[in-house]
């Protein structure tokens, strides 16, 4: 049994991580070492997820819908019909008709593509299904990364971060104890385990 490094691509942060492997098939996660990224910490999703690398019900093909049926297909043929018909559209209603969505458990690679593809439809109607902080990915404005939280004297956190990003969880503790006076703000409906934390909690009503 071998043991392989990687990078978890469940989510924006890409932590490191490694899988004990038996020739090509993923046997489940091994701990990765002297990781740079997030020392080595992987959440539930990253721990847990390498059971969907063999799961039978994995999409292993590109598909498209034949009289109603999918159907296995190549990927330049996938590719040549989502083409297709997104132009239909754009020739016809414009950019706006078109709504490009995506949700969290995407690789920044992923995020950026989506980003990408917004941008070269020319559509302004991008759905963001997935935490406030992630934002700049999908703009393609440059963030300020992971290591600076640890040296911010202010962090101000939306939503239940501990819950949706739980390795950074000890880099926002640190940046809040590590001098006496900086602070950890929380935006958020509810008193989550991130509130838990904060210097102050701006609770507001749910959908304003
Ligand atoms: S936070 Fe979790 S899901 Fe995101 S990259 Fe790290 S291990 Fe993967």
Redesign the pocket.
């Known amino acids: 049994m071998d043991t392989k490094e990687s990078i978890?691509l469940?989510?924006p942060?890409?932590?490191d991580?490694a899988f004990r492997v038996r020739g090509d098939e993923v046997v489940g996660p091994e701990f990765c070492g002297p990781a740079e990224s997030h020392a080595g910490r992987?959440?539930g999703?990253?721990l847990y997820g390498t059971e969907l690398l063999n799961h039978p019900k994995r999409i292993a093909t590109p598909l498209v819908r034949v009289d109603g049926r999918l159907r296995e297909t190549s990927s330049e043929a996938a590719f040549a019909k989502t083409a297709g018909g997104l132009r239909k559209v754009l020739e016809t209603a414009g950019p706006d008709a078109i709504a490009v969505v995506t949700e969290p458990n995407r690789s920044l690679e992923d995020l950026r593509a989506v980003g990408r593809l917004a941008r070269a439809i020319g559509t302004t109607e991008v759905f963001c299904a997935f935490e406030p902080q992630d934002w700049p990915l999908l703009t393609g404005k440059p963030d300020a990364g992971v290591s600076a939280i640890v040296e911010a004297s202010c962090v101000l956190a939306i939503g239940n971060v501990f819950m949706s990003?739980p390795?950074l969880a000890k880099e926002i503790i640190e940046a809040k104890y590590t001098a006496r006076g900086n602070s950890l703000f929380v935006v958020g409906p509810r008193r989550s385990n991130t509130a838990w934390y904060a210097s102050s909690l701006l609770q507001n009503t749910a959908g304003t």
Do not use: K, S
């Open positions: 978890c469940f989510c942060l890409g932590c991580i992987v959440c999703r990253g990003h390795v």
